[in-house]
Antibody, heavy 120, light 107 residues
Framework: EVHLVESGGGLVQPGGSLRLSCVAS????????MAWVRQAPGKGLEWVAN????????YSVDSVKGRFTISRDNAKNSLYVQMNGLRAEDTAIYYC?????????????WGQGTLVTVSS | DIQVTQSPSSLSASVGDRVTITCRAS??????LNWFQQKPGRVPKLLIY???TLQGGVPSRFSGTESGTDFTLTISSLQPDDFATYYC?????????FGQGTKVQIK
């Protein structure tokens, strides 16, 4: 059974940094693209970033470019996002998700999410 | 960037009703559209990918269709478990973009 478990969320001051982790199990992690998606409290979903199996391709939403870095460690079945220069508008639940492909990409498995709160 | 406009933002319906939700993409996205269901405090659940392919375990009352840049999610006979918020997501090109969401409420 596929499991994705995020960790690393918490309260951080504006301008601060945080590193989120997502540990995967139940599938061959190194064979899949992975993604981060976030959801601000009471708001809709926002795609944050994707990363290819070997890290050779990465894509992210403009609002986090230059501040967030997505990475992975296939030996540890882990996905990461390093978040620097955090802003109040980055406050959200951050989900990691697995990508698969069939007539287009899709996000088939999601973790439970970890809450990041940016506030002074 | 590709914009996705989802409508309506909310709707009220009764058990047994047929419900349709639409997403319109600002340009061609082929069939690269996902539909998700999210209940309060829960993780989004994939319903449909490739515009019309039902994810495993999803009831057959859910269906998706595509006509050019217009995509429709249909619930053929609304059940009590279906009251939730629904989102579409285009995965044709980065940045991927979600629709604004449609909250399906009990009439």
């Amino acid at each position: 059974e596929v499991h994705l478990v995020e960790s690393g969320g918490g309260l951080v001051q504006p301008g601060g940094s945080l590193r989120l982790s997502c540990v995967a199990s139940g599938f061959a992690f190194s064979n899949y693209w992975m993604a981060w998606v976030r959801q601000a409290p009471g708001k809709g979903l926002e795609w944050v970033a994707n990363i290819k199996q070997d890290e050779s391709e990465q894509y992210s939403v403009d609002s986090v470019k230059g501040r967030f870095t997505i990475s992975r460690d296939n030996a540890k079945n882990s996905l990461y996002v390093q978040m620097n220069g955090l802003r109040a508008e980055d406050t959200a639940i951050y989900y990691c998700a697995r990508l698969d492909y069939g007539s287009g990409w899709y996000l088939d498995y999601w973790g439970q999410g970890t809450l990041v709160t940016v506030s002074s | 960037d590709i914009q996705v406009t989802q409508s309506p933002s909310s709707l009220s319906a009764s058990v047994g009703d047929r419900v349709t939700i639409t997403c319109r993409a600002s340009q061609n996205i082929a069939r690269s559209l996902n539909w998700f269901q999210q209940k309060p405090g829960r993780v989004p659940k994939l319903l449909i990918y490739g515009a019309s392919t039902l994810q495993g375990g999803v009831p057959s009352r859910f269906s998706g269709t595509e006509s050019g840049t217009d995509f429709t999610l249909t619930i053929s006979s609304l059940q009590p478990d279906d009251f939730a918020t629904y989102y579409c997501l285009q995965t044709y090109s980065a940045p991927w973009t979600f629709g604004q969401g449609t909250k399906v409420q009990i009439k």
